[in-house]
């Protein structure tokens, strides 16, 4: 839609795949009267053993198909894609498509708020191969929280055990286990354990069976949707195109009756995605 010029539409939420409903839950709730459109990547999924070029191309697409339907706002639900895509997006990318849209990511609100949970100062991340490789959580952390310590984790089995749907599955308890104990062994310290990948909150429940009492386990979507509602509240000129209609549209690159299937299970009531082509 357009009013006098400038684009209103609902929010965009991009994912890999599932792992994003996670945090369009957690947003919805914060902001139940906007519209939304989910786009999962499922068909190109998992990103998080992708090099830095594909997920940022990969990336690019999905916002401009976000864009294209008149999303002019996009939040990159997806750490591997904040990480490696959302900077040059933001600076190169926006300037020529429509510098009056916006691309926002996962990671600077999530560790915003460690501070206020951490005792220890000793803060495990978990994430994807390509969100540890990045370093953007320790880059991240050291300029908020110069003292801390910051450990990282790659979880190579945990995207495709959820893609696959087997996160209920006995065989996701091994996997579970054996990361929580090499986090531990690399920093027995550590307090906080940060669920860095969108995809993990669908594995809390066998995450926090492992992981030793004491430790706090903190997944994104609720400190996303806090910080969308900072955002938009700083942000009039945002919120004012935003159309409100308490809407959701999912659209997949996979088989729409696959994601439907799977999603429903995530999201806990039934949705009908379209397919579509990045
Ligand atoms: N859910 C994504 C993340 O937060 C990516 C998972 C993947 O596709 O590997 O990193």
Avoid at 18 to 26: F, H, N
Avoid at 66 to 74: D, H, I, K, Q
């Amino acid at each position: 839609m357009t009013q006098n010029g400038i684009t209103t539409g609902p929010i965009g939420i991009f994912d890999s795949g599932y792992g994003g409903l996670t945090i369009l839950s957690e947003i919805r709730r914060a902001l139940p009267d906007y519209d939304y459109i989910y786009l999962g990547d499922n068909a190109r999924a998992p990103y998080g053993t992708r090099s830095f070029d594909i997920v940022y191309r990969f990336t690019l697409e999905a916002v401009e198909n976000l864009f294209a339907r008149g999303c002019p706002l996009v939040i990159l639900a997806c750490n591997t894609a904040s990480a490696k895509a959302l900077r040059t997006i933001q600076q190169t990318n926006l300037p020529e498509i429509d510098p009056s849209r916006r691309v926002l990511g996962v990671i600077r609100p999530t560790v915003e708020t460690i501070g206020d949970i951490t005792r220890s100062g000793k803060i495990g991340i978990f994430g994807t191969p390509g969100t540890v490789k990045s370093g953007s959580y320790e880059m991240e952390i050291a300029k908020l929280y110069p003292d801390f310590k910051t450990v990282t984790h790659a979880c190579p089995m945990w995207v495709p055990l959820i893609e696959n749907g087997e996160a209920a599955s006995p065989g996701a308890d091994y996997f579970v286990k054996q990361e929580i104990d090499r986090l531990l062994e690399k920093e027995p310290e550590i307090d906080t354990i940060i669920l860095g990948c969108t995809h993990y909150p669908i594995l809390i429940d066998k995450i926090k069976k492992y992981v030793p009492d004491g430790i706090a386990v903190v997944p994104q979507g609720e400190l996303v949707g806090k910080s969308l509602v900072d955002y938009l509240s700083r942000h009039p000129e945002m919120e004012k195109r935003l159309t409100k209609g308490g809407r959701c549209t999912y659209l997949t690159t996979e088989n729409a009756e696959k994601f439907n299937e799977s999603a429903s299970i995530f999201l806990s009531h039934t949705v009908n995605a379209e397919s579509i082509t990045l």
